[in-house]
């Protein structure tokens, strides 16, 4: 009764979506999964309304339908549970669920509680959640957020004719066993009510739940498989799919590490739910990935090697030396370059020029008692132009008006020039065009070569392992597994995503 | 999960447990300032004052902040007392007409701060500072530097005539207090405020027309800047372009001391009484036990400084500007 | 996009285009003695911009500017007769540590910085008042002449405020662009997260631009002092306004991160040109407040860098 036909949708340099058909039944249960950037979350903003396909069509039943809002999708009956909770904490409950709708309890602007509270405890009922619907969302425990969240998007039920669809991002997360056990038994009471639609890169629930599961990848579906067809490790290969291409990553190029001294040293490293027991140690020349889901805790290791997170327990040192006090200040004094995944937010600062932004982590080098010697500056700008091959008309250009691979050798121009010989590599080649891809696999390989010690969060499995020489994957903050890769004798792809997921 | 309830109960108590140790200090230090004499000078300054921290406490509960109540204050004083003057000088005559006249200037004052705020996309904090100055400027040109008297015994009762020791300007902004209150819990647009302070993207995905709150919200509170103006020229008998002036520190430090987060969201018209009574025990107390007036606006700049602080919870804020 | 390509241009076509316009409906404008007497006059209000400029620039504001020159003027009255030209330090110091502290409680206690600097200001009035007795003090005539003279004489038929003024401009543009301080002040606002990302101390420079705007919003109440001879805890008030109006249509927007010191001057001329034309078109002195304010709303609106906020509150 819901149907995609032919959706296609396409971002600057990427094409997100290739025709992708999608159907979902009256009271049907389907789950969505795909590896991080195979399109599952455009497909899910498209069914929502928060993005509109650029080509192919959506029906409703036999009408076609076009959603310029999110608001225009829940009045067609299409809701959607936020992974992120989208209720306001300090609204009471009732408040929340009736949130925009308000306007039928209210008289002359005044708001009849009573009558909202009885309302509200109906819809509550639907979850089988007994709470005060006076009670103030920040009192709740994140399940039974989960539940009133719910519980607002099935308040469409009385306002919109027809069928339901409901999108669950990631419910089960942050639920303990038992939470996701009752979540299931009462999304399964409710398809009588509802569709949905599952999402969760937890591939044991998704079978658990869904009558019909769509595997993701690269923007296509690439497979739809029934809840008796389905096991893990088959859907796990279609995720993953095609073959390393080893030029591609510069395998050739991959020279062995130095194993005395290490450069960083984690032993025992945990911070708050983010990460818990890391240990490993990073040496010269070596590419350390770490590989997991989104939230496995990837990046905040990084930060913390840098120095903008404070881990609560175990030691980190670098250079055989012991940190005591965690700041950027001090990771940049001891070699360390971070280039971020936001690199138009924390990497380059838009409206500084080249040079600027190049010394701007090692002004000291190019100043006496504070005052810059800018001809220097700008010199130094001109050598790792041309030594990265750089795309700006001079140093003089506004960072901010260079394209994404330009920036990128910007920031990483400021850490080498600098001295750098260690650098946390945290999604470096995000939204980067292929050309510009390969020119970073190039500067990976050539810092290593020059015993740089890299820790790199990769933008996919394919590139973690085409570029390191070590991997961990880590799963909900913890270390599952360690692989070496020396060319040849890398992990698949299967292998990670067996420890990922 | 237990510092976070203890966080709440403080932001929750605390401000009346300063209230109350004041008032025990001060009684002890000088035995006068435990009076009811005493204690209707106080209502008597905080009266205007309340009214102008209720108005901005609406703006502030949504996140955002106005500080035109100087300029907006004066604006409706010399509007009020214009009018009141033409129109026959008394209560007793049409005259009375230019109440509900100065809560529209009020409210249309509010409007333009909106506006501007909202389609001219300004953050609030200057929007609102710079139409307090035009408003002061307004007000200026509109007196031309005179003081305007206000001499007409019935409006002046606000302070003469006493009930129960207090006069009937306390009892005034005692109904406008409760006036806020039914507004903040029970109608649709006072819980709008909290929404759009809790979350406002949240509440725009949900559906909220949050600009038209936004202006709502800046027109409710030119009404109580009006309101304030009236009882503030009724307690002195002038209006002049300086009737506004020092609203602007003494409201939202009250605001803030009162407990409501300049973050938004929590916080309401009970705690700005408190924090309002709080200034001005504070004011009234350093008076009384012989403690220099000047030392007022430093120890308020304190006090606002170290109400901020622990309102503010420092994991959710990552860098001020 | 026509538009963001002149917006950098505006504030000197305005000041050039305002410039004409008073000069051709009165010549005697653009005598070079009235200009000279113009620009001498409006000093004091330059250099608190200059101040306010810091603030600003870092995507602050610095509401106890006012504050700071009333409380200076009474210190440099009192403390005068003390210790002479040591008078002109104090009241510096005194300056560059309340706006230090403005800076602390802005970045380390997370405290909005209107609202920390509002406080400070608050303080600053207090001591204004308790060092003058809440009444307005005058300076000896003769002791006044003998130690700061200079700061109001004449040269060449230039008086000196425009040297003073001169000075503090080449100063500020050398530390605003040769400098790491400077470079460190355009990373922060700019672009803070990439400035802490790039290992700078960006809580240091954040509370040294707020003691900047403390610091010259005291030689500004200096300046003040030695024109007027005194000092009172309110003698600058109706500064504030045209001090942040001076900076914001400069050019330097309320976000922060362009604009700068050159475009202060440029403000605060355009600030001189409008106040005088008033004179000229006969416009009453009690108006001023409000064109500035409406000067104020609309250099705001056409400088702001929307893309900075995520929401506007």
Known sequence: MYQLRNVDKVFPGVHALKSVDFEIGRGEIVGLVGENGAGKSTLMKIIYGAYQPDGGTINIGDKIVRFQSPRQAMEQGIGMVFQEQSLIANLSVMENIFLGYEQQFVKFGVINWKEMAMAAKAQLAKVKLSIDPATITSKLSFAQRQLVELAKVLTLEERVEGELVILLDEPTSVLAKEEVELLFSLVRELTSRASFIFVSHRMDEVLELSDRIYVMKDGEVVDVVSREAADVDSIQHKMVGRDVDKEYYREQKQTPYETDAPLVSLDGVSLGTKYREISFDLHKGEVLCLVGTEGSGREAILRTIFGLDTPDAGSVSIKGEYVRSFSAQAGVAMGIGYVPRERKVEGIVGGMNVYENITLSQMKCYSNGGVLRVSEEKALAREWISKLAIKTPSELKDCGGLSGGNQQKVVLAKWRSGGSDIILLDHPTRGLDIGAKEDVYDMVRSMSADGVGIVLVADTLEEAIGLSHTIIVLKDGEMQKRFEGAPGSKPSLFDLVHYMI | ?321 | ?313
């Not at chain 2, 004499?37 to 102008?52: D, E, K, Q, T, Y």
């Not at chain 3, 000093?43 to 509401?63: E, H, K, N, Q, R």
């Not at chain 3, 003058?132 to 109001?152: H, K, N, P, T």
Request: contains cysteine; proline residues 3%.
């Open chain 3, 1 to 313: 996009m026509r538009f963001e390509r002149i917006k950098p241009h505006l504030p000197w076509i305005t000041l050039l285009a305002l410039v004409l316009i008073v000069g051709i409906s009165d010549t005697n404008f653009l005598k070079p003695q009235n200009l000279i007497n113009m620009a001498a006059d409006i000093v004091p209000l330059f250099i608190m911009a200059l101040g306010m400029t810091f603030a600003i620039y870092i995507g602050g504001i610095d509401l106890s500017a006012q504050s700071m020159a009333n409380m200076t003027t009474v210190i440099a009255t009192v403390t005068l007769p003390i210790f002479g030209p040591g008078a002109a330090l104090v009241c510096i110091v005194a300056g560059l540590v309340l706006g230090a502290i403005s800076g602390i409680v802005t970045t380390l206690l997370l405290v909005p910085s209107f609202i920390s600097t509002l406080a400070v200001g608050g303080i600053a009035f207090s001591a204004g008042q308790y060092l003058s007795g809440q009444r307005a003090l005058y300076m000896d005539a003769e002791l006044r002449d003998s130690i700061f003279g200079w700061m109001v004489g004449r040269s060449f038929g230039i008086p000196h405020e425009l040297f003073i003024a001169a000075v503090l401009v080449l100063l500020a543009v050398f530390l605003q662009n040769r400098t790491t301080f400077g470079r460190s002040l355009k990373a922060v606002g700019a672009g803070e997260p990439a400035a802490v990302a790039s290992g700078i101390s960006v809580s240091r420079i954040k509370i040294m631009a707020f003691a900047l705007s403390g610091g010259l919003a005291a030689i500004a109440g200096l300046l003040f002092a030695v024109k007027l001879s005194g000092g009172s805890p309110t003698i600058a008030n109706g500064f504030l306004l045209p001090a942040i109006v001076a900076v914001l249509v400069g050019g330097t927007p309320l976000t922060g991160g362009v604009g700068g010191v050159v475009n202060t001057l440029i403000g605060t001329l355009i600030v001189a040109v409008i106040r005088s034309s008033m004179l000229y078109f006969e416009v009453d002195a009690t108006q001023q407040q409000m064109v500035f304010g409406v000067v104020l709303i609309i250099a705001i609106a056409m400088t702001i860098d929307r893309s900075k906020l995520r929401v506007v509150k």
């Open chain 2, 1 to 321: 999960m237990n510092e976070f309830v203890t966080r709440d109960a403080l932001i929750k108590w605390a401000p009346l447990i300063v209230l109350v140790v004041l008032v025990l200090v001060f009684a002890l230090v000088e035995p006068r300032f435990f009076s009811v004499r005493n204690f209707a000078r106080i209502g008597i300054s905080s009266a205007p004052a309340l009214m102008v921290a209720i108005g901005v406490t609406f703006i502030i509960i949504m996140g955002s902040i106005d500080l035109s109540m100087e300029g907006t204050v004066s604006v409706c004083a010399v509007a009020f007392a214009f009018c009141f003057l033409a129109l026959g000088g008394t209560l007793a005559s049409v005259a009375w007409l230019a109440l509900p006249l100065a809560l529209l200037v009020g409210a249309a004052i509010g409007f333009l701060n909106g506006l501007v705020h909202v389609k001219l996309k300004i953050p609030s904090f200057m929007a609102s500072l710079a139409m307090g100055f035009v408003g002061t400027g307004f007000a200026l040109l509109m007196t031309g530097g005179d003081r305007i008297r206000v001499e007409d015994e019935a409006f002046r009762s606000l302070l003469t005539v006493r009930w129960l020791s207090f006069p009937i300007m306390c009892y005034v902004a005692l109904v406008f207090l409760l006036f806020a209150w039914f507004i903040q819990t029970r109608t649709k647009l006072g819980r709008n405020f909290y929404a759009v302070g809790g979350g406002e993207e949240l509440a725009h995905s949900s559906g909220l027309n949050v600009n038209k709150v936004r202006v709502l919200g800046f027109m409710l509170a030119g009404v109580f800047y009006a309101v304030g103006s009236l009882l503030a020229v009724g307690r002195i008998g002038i209006a002049e372009t300086a009737t506004g002036s020092n609203f602007m520190f003494v409201s939202i430090t009250s605001v803030v001391v009162g407990g409501t987060a300049l973050w938004g969201g929590i916080g309401g018209v009970w705690n700005t009484l408190i924090g309002v009574l709080i200034v001005n025990v504070i004011n009234n107390g350093m008076v009384v036990v012989g403690l220099p007036g000047y030392m007022q606006d430093g120890v308020l700049g304190l006090l606002v400084i170290v109400a901020v602080v622990l309102s503010t919870d420092r994991k959710t804020v990552e860098f001020a500007k």
